[in-house]
């Protein structure tokens, strides 16, 4: 494909980086480029997108607008690309960015703020893509993107919904260190356990959900009102941090905007069903949360709070996951994802693992220093988790310093 000359409109003389048109841009003979600021010039597209064509839960409108209103950082510029066929000019895809300032240098990422577990772009249908189409459309998608030192994309999964990624094609994406992992689920709900987990996980979960029943009830609890979502979700919250200090680990709902933003995900997502919130009770006592990103046939884990101490020698986390996937299977669901990380209880039920890719391209010197500091990092990181020792030590000193900073002056 022959590449042409990049023509692009000029945006200059307006606040914030915004645009009162549409950046245009001409990056090849197969694909052109719109560049929108705002989500409303975007959003009759991309729920059009949502609705009849391929796009995860990550990307849906409603949990962007979520995103744009409460976690965009101050001076941060939204960057909504949409991509057409320059034949037909037929649109194909909408990639949602940001540009930022990180570290004393301009980035450009994806629009997610730390609550999309995925990258991947909407596509217009399920016509599938190629390595050079998705180059072609790539190349479209650059020639309208604002200056900027990286541009730097992370969690991009090998596909949607069945249909190859276009990032992920392309020739600059990397694996990275993570892996998300879901098990496809079919049949019988009342048997998924039986026949899709491995046999020691439905053994560990019969005989945990056996002595709960002993307890005085065990019950599965839809947030399905607002007073609900009010209380269910404040326990997640309680108990995620909770855990996530014994632990020693960071964790975002430390951060009041970040919780603002998924109390209000669940109470809009009462009225179309796109945001779930479970809870695991026995007696009255809630003691495991589980919330829920729903599209079309995939039900998304994004987080789960466990309180281990309220039943002693029986994994809550384990308990309610399994009811959901019997739950989602009731409901016509066929895939089950478990989000990323690479917990052991993923592969102890029998998830399979898929790595997910990371796309960096540096514009300029200072873009390609930050780059190698990143990489000094993360192979810094992959050394410690190699040395279980030196992990279990690190862990413990982070620890301890979360508690220090916890205690009243």
């Known amino acids: 494909m022959a590449v042409q000359a990049v023509q692009i409109a000029a945006v200059s003389g307006l606040p914030d980086g915004q645009s009162s048109h549409p950046v245009t841009g001409v990056a090849n003979d197969a694909y052109t480029a719109r560049l929108h600021t705002s989500l409303e010039a975007a959003g009759p597209l991309w729920l059009r997108f949502q609705a009849d064509g391929v796009c995860t839960a990550h990307q849906n409108y409603a949990w962007a607008e979520g995103i744009v209103a409460r976690l965009m ?15 037909t000019g037929a649109p194909r895809m909408l990639v949602p960015l940001m540009r930022r300032s990180a570290f004393r240098h301009r980035l450009i990422e994806w629009l997610s703020c730390g609550v999309c577990d995925y990258s991947a772009p909407l596509l217009a249908d399920a016509s599938p893509w190629t390595r050079q189409s998705a180059q072609a459309a790539w190349a479209a998608v650059r020639s309208v993107l604002p200056p900027a030192d990286r541009i730097h994309i992370t969690g991009i999964p090998q596909e949607i919904s069945g249909i190859a990624n276009p990032l992920a094609l392309l020739t600059a994406t990397r694996n ?12 019988d709900p009342e048997t998924v356990l039986k026949r899709l987990f491995r046999p020691s996980f439905v053994k560990a979960f019969n005989k945990d959900w056996r ?27 309680r108990m995620r941090l909770s855990r996530f200090r014994e632990l020693g680990r960071f964790d975002l709902l430390t951060q009041g905007t970040v919780v603002d933003f998924y109390r209000n995900a669940a109470l809009e997502g009462l009225s179309d069903g796109s945001v779930r919130l479970f809870g695991l009770r026995v007696g009255e006592a809630l003691i495991a949360v589980q919330y829920l990103l729903i599209h079309q046939v995939t039900v998304h884990a994004l987080m789960i709070a466990i309180d281990q101490g309220a039943v002693p020698n029986v994994s809550p986390g384990l308990l309610i996951m399994g009811k959901l996937m019997s739950w989602a299977r009731g409901r016509g669901f066929e895939y089950f994802d478990l989000s990323v990380g690479n917990q052991s209880y993923k592969e102890h039920m029998g998830a399979k693992g898929s790595s997910l890719g990371e796309l960096c391209h540096e514009n300029t010197v200072r873009g390609s220093a930050v780059s190698t500091a990143i990489k000094v990092r993360n192979r810094t990181e992959v050394f410690v988790r190699s040395k279980p020792r030196l992990l279990k030590a690190i862990q413990g000193l982070m620890r301890g310093l979360r508690r220090l900073r916890g205690r009243p002056e």
């Open 176 to 187: 990275s260190l993570h892996t998300s992992f879901g098990l496809a689920i079919d049949g």
């Open 73 to 87: 950082p101050e001076g941060a510029e939204l960057l909504i690309v949409e991509v057409n066929d320059a034949v």
């Open 211 to 237: 002595r709960l029943e002993r307890l005085g009830g065990v019950e599965l609890v839809e947030a399905n009102t607002p007073a609900l979502v009010e209380l269910i979700f404040g326990d997640l919250v």
